[in-house]
């Protein structure tokens, strides 16, 4: 049953915190970073609001959740998209079954109140409107200003706030005076093979072994070329391999690469195959090379060829 508080006599329906098993496998450095900014140092000190970035599905939301539950935090989160109002983060108001308008607070709102963590997941894809009205809440003032419910909600001092930006092209220029608000700046890195063969392992237990690999490799030498396939895409290419060869009774191996088509299409499957992605990447050191410049025999003979 919803929880509801009452500020300057009007009553809050609360949302409900998010009910996951966060558990973060990557750098601890990073996972160290983004505790550290929400450490006090002080009795006088307030938390640090930072913002998390990096390519879509390598990690971000996982990151902070997992955080946010080691500090011992309930977690709550808010989809951010360019569609989002002033409102959605903060006060919604809901016509009630008696027709009576009732009030229901966002999940950041509900943050406040509670003393839990908030994660503005993709905040670079909400409009400046947006942003504004939490201008308060990401200084020292912590609070926000619901103008459809009339109230000034306060920020509990367990709050936490951080906000996870995608880099790529359908997503706002966050305003200055918001992202001076928003620091530290925490990038993710693509994790090391290791790590991400564990958290493929996490998320596909039953997952044979050389399929785990398998995939694993294959996301190393797509990260090595910057090609957009992160351990979300590993993940999804498991399940459908598993579930195809369940389905026509073969090898899970044999459906890696109908997995990686159902998943990444034909340019993926030319990239598992060793053939050049549509247009050249640089390698780390800055020049331009193939696939094979990385271990891929063209003629197929390498010890290191992926297996198909």
């Not at 997995?259 to 247009?279: E, I, K, N």
């Not at 696939?291 to 290191?304: H, L, Q, R, Y």
Request: charge should be negative.
């Amino acid at each position: 049953m919803a929880e509801h508080v009452t500020i300057e006599n009007v009553e809050l329906v609360l949302s409900h915190p998010v009910e996951l098993e966060a558990r973060w496998i990557g750098s601890p450095h990073i996972a160290r970073q983004l505790a550290a900014a929400w450490t006090l140092a002080h009795r006088d000190d307030i938390p640090l609001n930072p913002r998390l970035i990096g390519k879509p599905g390598i990690g971000k939301t996982t990151l902070a959740c997992a955080v946010a539950r080691d500090m011992g935090l309930p977690v709550y989160i808010v989809q951010c998209t360019m569609d989002t109002r002033p409102e959605d983060l903060i006060v919604t108001p809901v016509i009630a079954q008696d027709n009576r308008i009732a009030y229901h607070a966002s999940p950041l709102a509900t943050a406040m109140l509670r003393g839990g963590a908030c994660v503005l997941d993709e905040g670079n894809r909400m409009s400046e409107k947006s942003w504004a009205s939490l201008a308060p809440l990401l200084d020292h003032r912590r609070y926000v200003e619901s103008i459809v419910a009339g109230i000034k909600i306060p920020a509990h001092p367990a709050f936490r706030v951080c906000c996870t930006m995608n880099d790529d092209a359908s997503t706002y220029e966050v305003p200055e005076y918001i992202q001076s608000r928003l620091q530290p700046q925490i990038e993710l890195e693509f994790p090391s093979k290791d790590a991400e063969k564990d958290i493929l392992r996490l998320n596909v237990p039953f997952a044979p072994s050389e399929l785990l690999e398998q995939a694993a490799r294959f996301l190393q030498r797509a990260h090595r070329f910057d090609l957009p396939y992160t351990v979300r895409d590993g993940i999804h290419i498991l399940r459908y391999a598993l579930k195809k060869a369940s389905l026509e009774n073969l090898a899970p191996l044999a459906c890696l690469e109908e997995g990686v088509r159902g998943v990444l299409g034909t340019a993926g499957v030319d990239f598992l195959q060793g053939r050049l992605p549509a247009a050249p990447r640089r390698s780390s050191d800055g020049d331009e090379e193939s696939p094979f410049d990385s271990g891929w025999d063209e003629a197929g003979d390498d010890d290191d060829e992926m297996d198909r």
